[in-house]
């Protein structure tokens, strides 16, 4: 059965898609988190740099993949040259994963919404916000059922097609949510003593500079842009020949990069103005204890909470969606299944990990699993730390080294800029730039921070 191919319907909606993809919780709470922790604009700058230097180059090599083959990231591998298969394997593990976790988190925002929505009553405790949230995870069947709500909203979008469903989706939630955003951040600077906030995100101490800002500022990148796990080899596939695709890259880092700079001055003056310098914590814990009390700490805080979390759902609904659609790409394009069989038969074991990695959090069952930690050996760890961190600190550097080595030895950067030329001709000096560092300088960093994330078991 030969089915002919999705394209976007137009240039604006790929970006918006791609960009949809890229912002996502990544953007809106692990940026203001790591800003917080690595030293303010210090990490800023580092981060913008290392976007412009090697992010925004590997996502060029990873849509030329897609666009020049026009197939799901495994086919795309297999294509080009077939022995390389398995890289393009480990994108489509990597996102499998990433999916099962992101959906229960997008169950959390979807029930914070519903939290906001109906008045914000987050009980009497010691410790509100914390227990509040403690207990939630902790019930074995709730978080469960937000998660399924959530991926049955992705299923939805997935399953309506690429320019009817992702596309239109992402014209319509990108545009809002950088408008709440706006809101947001309006809101932030104006509170009396956002100044001492706005100081910390904007001056550069020097001794900020360290490796640890620059391996925090890489993992973020990596994540962020969603590089090194074949999205963009997915939504490349998607992109007509005549459309540019080194400027609609230019596009998605910009937006990306954009959205995480706004979101650290939407919430970290609020922050300082309520909990101080040390209320910037990292994961989790930090949308959905510490903002809450940030929140219910200023006047208007609670309108300031449903906006957020609004926000939050439209980044995450839109990131997940572009993970299910590779995954459906991949599935109905090799096994010729219809998109609704395609989904059916991901959702199954995805949701089957969900609750693996929900109930690893709850009371009644913790469920561990063994993790290779090079400075402990072995330990047993909650099943969804080890999930966390199998993509992030293992997969992901992985899938973009394997990416960057695959685009600058074996298939070429010839060939690379072949594609990328289809649609214009680049300067000499831009396009040898390009291959050099595909070529020699991000495999270098990514193997750095492989090193430096597994070797000292960082989160
Ligand atoms: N880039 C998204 C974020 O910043 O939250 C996360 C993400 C999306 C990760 C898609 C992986 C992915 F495949």
Redesign the pocket.
């Known amino acids: 059965m030969h089915q002919k191919r999705s394209q976007w319907a137009s240039n604006v909606g790929f970006i918006l898609a791609a960009a949809g993809?890229?912002?996502?919780?990544?953007?809106i709470w692990?940026f203001p988190g790591k800003v917080g922790a690595y030293g303010g604009g210090a990490f800023i700058l580092c981060y913008i740099i290392i976007v412009a230097l090697i992010g925004f180059p590997v996502m060029v090599a990873e849509l030329s993949i897609g666009r020049r083959t026009q197939k799901n990231v495994i086919g795309a591998f297999r294509q080009l040259d077939k022995r390389f298969t398995f890289v393009g394997g480990i994108g489509v593990l990597t996102?499998f994963v990433?999916m099962s976790y992101?959906s229960i988190v997008g169950g959390w925002v979807m029930k914070y919404i519903w939290v906001y929505a109906s008045g914000a009553h987050f009980g009497a405790a010691v410790n509100p916000y914390q227990t509040y949230f403690a207990d939630f995870i902790a019930k074995p069947v709730e978080p469960l059922l937000w998660g399924a709500a959530f991926l049955l909203l992705c299923i939805y979008v997935v399953v309506k097609g690429v320019s009817s469903g992702i596309e239109r989706v992402s014209k319509v939630l990108m545009p809002a949510l950088f408008l709440l955003l706006l809101a947001c951040v309006i809101r932030a600077v104006t509170l009396p003593g956002a100044k001492e906030g706005l100081a910390f995100m904007l001056t550069i101490r020097p001794e900020s500079f360290n490796g640890n800002t620059l391996v925090g500022a890489l993992g973020q990148a990596f994540?962020?842009?969603?590089v090194g796990?074949g999205?963009m080899v997915t939504y490349g596939s998607y992109v007509p020949k005549d459309d540019h695709l080194v400027k609609s890259a230019v596009s998605i880092c910009a937006l990306d990069t954009m959205v995480a700079i706004l979101a650290a001055f939407a919430i970290i003056p609020v922050v300082f103005v309520t909990l101080g310098a040390e209320g910037l914590g990292m994961g989790g814990g930090f949308a959905f204890m510490a903002l809450p009390e940030v929140f219910a700490g200023f006047p208007g805080g609670k309108l300031f909470g449903l906006v957020f979390f609004i926000l939050l759902f439209f980044?995450a609904l839109t990131?997940a969606i572009?993970?299910l659609e590779?995954c459906v790409a991949f599935i109905s394009e090799e096994f010729h299944f219809s998109r609704l069989k395609s989904t059916i038969v991901l959702s199954v074991p995805m949701t089957v990990l969900s609750a693996g990695y929900s109930l690893s959090q709850s009371d009644a069952r913790g469920i561990k699993l063994p993790w290779l930690d090079f400075s402990q050996g072995f330990t047993m760890l909650p099943m969804n730390a080890v999930m966390e961190k199998f993509t992030d600190n293992l997969m992901i550097p992985l899938g973009a080294l394997a990416f960057c080595l695959f685009a600058g030895w074996v298939w070429g950067t010839k060939n690379a800029v072949e594609e990328i030329e289809s649609e214009g001709r680049y300067p000499m000096v831009m396009k040898r730039t390009w291959s050099f560092i595909v070529r020699f300088l991000a495999p270098l960093v990514i193997a750095v921070i492989l090193y430096f994330t597994l070797g000292r078991g960082e989160g």
């Open positions: 993809s890229a912002v996502g919780l990544g953007n692990k996102l990433i992101y994540f962020s842009l969603s796990m999205i980044a990131s572009s993970i590779s």
